[in-house]
T-cell receptor, first 114, second 111 residues
């Protein structure tokens, strides 16, 4: 089955700096890679996703890159703010006609220091 | 409001007493899934469903059952709960090709 590794497990950055979280996956058939943000005591929420036919996607201060050859994808957050503090999960999924079998990384706890 | 509704939010039960956690979505999503979240282990998929009467095992299905008799509902059944099933459970749904929308979670304690 799919295996998703996520690094680092914790990350502290100064407000305004950039943060990068990296994930690797094992199943070359995986074709959809979402990222979720989970604030303390809350549910995970989708923040950005990328499909295997795209190398990079950006949404304001958040960007995701995908290297299919290396089976590697990353989340980039620029100009970090205290409200970016949360646990971030990467995920990889595949499925015939859908994206329903999803494997998550173990999460990265991001702390943005004011 | 588009949402995934789980009930109950908190549950304390005893070993061996059957329980059901309900999940309902109002977005007409085809896909639904159950996850458990444990410290240091992230989110692990228990079961998922691609449509009515179509379900499949995730990574940690042992000790759990599900059913999908209606598109909007996807209950999680623990026939004989054990302490190692103490966890935070999330139900989620999605349309084809989209990310999951998660419910608020159910914190289950089995004593």
């Amino acid at each position: 089955g799919e295996n998703v590794e996520q690094h680092p497990s914790t990350l502290s950055v100064q407000e305004g700096d950039s943060a990068v979280i990296k994930c690797t996956y094992s199943d070359s058939a995986s074709n959809y890679f979402p990222w979720y943000k989970q604030e303390l005591g809350k549910r995970p929420q989708l923040i950005i996703d990328i499909r295997s036919n795209v190398g990079e996607k950006k949404d304001q201060r958040i960007a995701v890159t995908l290297n299919k050859t290396a089976k590697h994808f990353s989340l980039h957050i620029t100009e970090t703010q205290p409200e970016d503090s949360a646990v971030y999960f990467c995920a990889a999924s595949r499925g015939s006609g859908g994206y329903q079998k999803v494997t998550f990384g173990i999460g990265t706890k991001l702390q943005v220091i004011p | 409001e588009a949402q995934v509704t789980q009930n109950p939010r908190y549950l304390i039960t005893v070993t061996g007493k059957k329980l059901t956690v309900t999940c309902s979505q109002n977005m007409n999503h085809e896909y639904m899934s159950w996850y458990r979240q444990d410290p240091g282990l992230g989110l692990r998929q228990i079961y998922y469903s691609m449509n009515v009467e179509v379900t499949d095992k995730g990574d940690v299905p042992e000790g759990y059952k599900v059913s999908r008799k209606e598109k909007r509902n996807f209950p999680l059944i623990l026939e004989s709960p054990s302490p190692n099933q103490t966890s935070l459970y999330f139900c989620a749904s999605s349309a084809q090709g989209q990310g999951y929308t998660f419910g608020s979670g159910t914190r289950l304690t089995v004593v």
